[in-house]
């Protein structure tokens, strides 16, 4: 299984193929930590799924077996997503950390008022999450997950406001616009020469960069409108 992951790690054919025999086992894991019996239609298979890919992301043999160190990770996310969930109760079932500014207390203000009916609140969520999940599958063949990316969000305005600058010119740029969808890479060194913008900022919030592309390039209207700042600006 070592082996497996190791190779896993740079082949998307044989990670499909390691992940679809894994399935039964990364079931087990997540019916474990959630106290319950889950199947592929539950919320808590893909929360396993992206673990278990970030397993095969992170793995290396100083770590130990992949079996074990896979488990954790798993029953990891699990754990965290279950005390979130309780925690929450009334809030988007999935973090959105890496989408801040005023646009994102504005849709939590909105979700959180008691005036929202229960039904409408429920479509909110449901519609997010499946934004969420099939923006997170894109992201995933790029090597990583719609969950990575808070880690290296921008966090100063200057930052921020280069970054949008950056996603707005890739958006109106063809070559380099199928560059990131193609494969998830952003061409540094000739972008950084085209816009005069340092290449440390672009390798730093390359994931950001390229969840913030996919989202505004797609139909993900719920996720776009957190991103409204950068979206006006390339309908300018």
């Not at 019916?31 to 992301?57: P, V, Y």
């Not at 592309?213 to 600006?233: C, F, Q, S, T």
Request: negative net charge; charged residues 35%.
């Amino acid at each position: 299984m070592n082996k497996r992951a190791i190779e896993a790690k740079g082949d998307d054919a044989k990670r499909e193929l390691f992940i679809r025999d894994m399935e039964k086992t990364i079931l087990k894991h997540a019916s474990k930590a959630s106290g319950r019996f889950i199947t592929t239609s539950d919320d808590e298979w893909s929360i396993a799924l992206i673990a278990f890919n970030k397993a095969i992301d992170t793995y290396s043999p100083d770590k130990g077996d992949y079996a074990g160190y896979s488990k954790v990770l798993i029953e990891r996310a699990l754990i965290d997503h279950h005390r979130s969930q309780s925690k929450h109760e009334s809030e988007v079932l999935y973090s959105t950390d890496m989408l801040e500014g005023e646009e994102y207390s504005a849709v939590t203000d909105a979700l959180s008022r008691e005036s929202m009916a229960e039904e409408e609140k429920r479509l909110v969520r449901t519609g997010m999450q499946d934004e969420i999940e099939e923006v997170n599958g894109i992201l995933i063949k790029y090597g990583f997950s719609f969950y990575d990316v808070a880690g290296c969000s921008p966090k100063a305005g200057k930052t921020r406001e280069e970054c949008r600058r950056v996603i707005a010119y890739i958006i109106e740029d063809d070559e380099i616009l199928r560059s990131v969808t193609d494969n998830g890479k952003i061409p540094i060194t000739k972008l950084a020469k085209k816009i005069k913008v340092s290449p440390f900022l672009l390798d730093r919030h390359r994931k950001y960069l390229v969840m913030a592309v996919v989202i505004l390039n797609g139909e993900y209207p719920m996720l776009a409108e957190y991103l409204r700042d950068i979206r006006k600006e390339t309908d300018s």
